[in-house]
Structure formats: structure tokens, C-alpha cells
């Protein structure tokens, strides 16, 4: 399976833990992005990055929240003293740079639930 | 701000005919890019049309095409000889405004429409 991959598929987990998820991208993508989707909402841009280098954060990702690359391949969220408002799926998407294809591909998703 | 705007909460076709999904969009760049994507009940985004601002010609892909109206700011999506297996939500996106990083950057998508298919 040569698509973007990422793990746990869920994690529950109780108010005030720390959580880290997975993101593996398509192996020649250089652009990884990470996207946070709430019920009935579309998917909201929270970080992305080119390589290893963070090019951009979305108000969004509070100080609780940190992302890598450390080798320009796959990427971690971590989430520190998770809240309610936390629960949702997160989602990871790869794509090239620029050129070629515009798409991004999107992995099946964390479904994080904070109890 | 971009802003992507999808009116229809949720869609009812019978199987074997046409849909169109609705899609209006809001930017200040004068180049961007529109995308749609379906979300079955798995979770997985799946993408399915791209659409440039500066293409000449709708997009099609398959069973999709995309109804692009630049003035009127609206990309639709029409899904041709629907199938049951269309059931999904769909979602209209575009690329962030330009903030000075070239190439493919972080979207922005519309609350969606979900679809249902009837047999």
C-alpha cells in the first residue's frame, strides 16, 4: 500500500493525558499537512511543512499542540493535556511541492476521544 | 479571508441519475485553485476534480465534471449516472491565499453535502 498511513486509527484517551499520533506520507511527497475535523465540520488546516521545515501553524494549534518531521518523511502530533474540545478527527494529507499534480491524498484518519 | 460556501446541508438522487452539487467560493487572489472531495462513512478523504482558475475548459474526471463559473464564483460539482456507492459527504475546497509560499499550500474547505443515493 503505497498511500498515506497513519496510527492509532483511534485513541481514547482521559482529560489530561498527552497523545501522539503517526503520519506516514506517500514516499515522494515533500509537503505533509495536517488538517483537524469536528462533527459535521470540513477538515480545518492546523500545520504543514516542506521537508522538515514547519512553513506554516493555523491559529488554531494552540501551545498544547506540536508537530515534527525530523527526517522529512513522517510526522508526529503531539497533543499535551488533552481537553474535551480536543475530541475530533485528525487528519494527514501529503502532496508534492509544486508541479505535477495538485492534489493532496489524505490518510484514513485519528479519531482522538477525550473522556 | 477565503471562504468556501456549500448551501445544500444534504442531497437525495435516485440511482442512475444526474447530481449537481453547489459550491461558491470567496478569495482576493487573482490565481487559485479549486478542489472537490468525497468522505465516505470510513473517514478518508478521496479526492475527485481539480479545477485551475485559469483553466479554459471544465474539468471531468470520469462520472465527475466540475461546473466552473468564474464570475459567478461558483465551481459545482455534477456527478453523472449515480451510483449507490456515491453515497458520501462531499466537499468543495481551495488553496489558501497566496502568503508567500509558492506551490501547493494547506486548503479550505466548505461544511460539505452529504449525498444519498436511493436505489
Known amino acids: 500500500d503505497t498511500g498515506v498511513s497513519q496510527n492509532p486509527r483511534h485513541k481514547i484517551t482521559k482529560r489530561g493525558q498527552n497523545v501522539t499520533f503517526r503520519c506516514d506520507p506517500i514516499s515522494e511527497h515533500n509537503r505533509l499537512y495536517w488538517y483537524r475535523q469536528t462533527l459535521g465540520q470540513g477538515p480545518e488546516f492546523l500545520t504543514y511543512f516542506q521537508n522538515e521545515a514547519q512553513l506554516e501553524k493555523s491559529r488554531l494549534l494552540s501551545d498544547r499542540f506540536s508537530a515534527e518531521r525530523p527526517k522529512g518523511s513522517f510526522s508526529t502530533l503531539e497533543i499535551q493535556r488533552t481537553e474535551q474540545g480536543d475530541s475530533a478527527m485528525y487528519l494527514c494529507?501529503?502532496?508534492?511541492?509544486?508541479?505535477?499534480?495538485?492534489?493532496?491524498?489524505f490518510g484514513p484518519g485519528t479519531r482522538l476521544t477525550v473522556t | 479571508a477565503q471562504k468556501i460556501t456549500q448551501t445544500q446541508p444534504g442531497m437525495f438522487v435516485q440511482e442512475k441519475e444526474a447530481v449537481t452539487l453547489d459550491c461558491t467560493y470567496d478569495?482576493?487572489?487573482?490565481?487559485?485553485?479549486l478542489f472537490w472531495y468525497k468522505q465516505p462513512s470510513s473517514g478518508e478523504m478521496i479526492f475527485l476534480i481539480y479545477?485551475?482558475?485559469?483553466?479554459?475548459q471544465n474539468a471531468t474526471e470520469g462520472r465527475y465534471s466540475l461546473n466552473f463559473q468564474k464570475a459567478r464564483k461558483s465551481a459545482n460539482l455534477v456527478i453523472s449516472a449515480s451510483q449507490l456507492g456515491d453515497s458520501a459527504m462531499y466537499f468543495c475546497a481551495m488553496r489558501e491565499e497566496y502568503r508567500g509560499i509558492s506551490g501547493n499550500t494547506p486548503l479550505v474547505f466548505g461544511k460539505g453535502t452529504r449525498l444519498s443515493v436511493i436505489a
Open positions: 494529507a501529503s502532496s508534492l511541492g509544486q508541479g505535477g499534480s495538485y492534489e493532496q491524498y
Open positions: 478569495t482576493s487572489d487573482p490565481s487559485y485553485g
Open positions: 479545477q485551475g482558475s485559469y483553466d479554459q
